[in-house]
């Protein structure tokens, strides 16, 4: 691929806690190397 990732996930919580839930699923992928969290409030 090119560039500083190969996939980007969207994800709409209602509080900030369930983004550590989503991200530990994510990180017991295999193949997953590494995860970086980039949170947007509105």
Same mark, same amino acid.
């Given at each position: 691929?090119? $560039?500083?990732?190969? +996939?980007? +996930?969207?994800?709409?919580? /209602?509080?900030? =806690?369930?983004? /550590? ?6 990180? /017991?992928? =295999? $193949?997953?190397? =590494? ?8």
């Amino acid at each position: 691929t090119s $560039g500083q990732f190969d +996939a980007v +996930a969207v994800i709409d919580v /209602k509080e900030l =806690r369930e983004i /550590k839930e989503v991200t530990n699923q994510i990180q /017991k992928i =295999r $193949g997953v190397e =590494r995860t970086e969290t980039m949170v947007e409030v509105q």
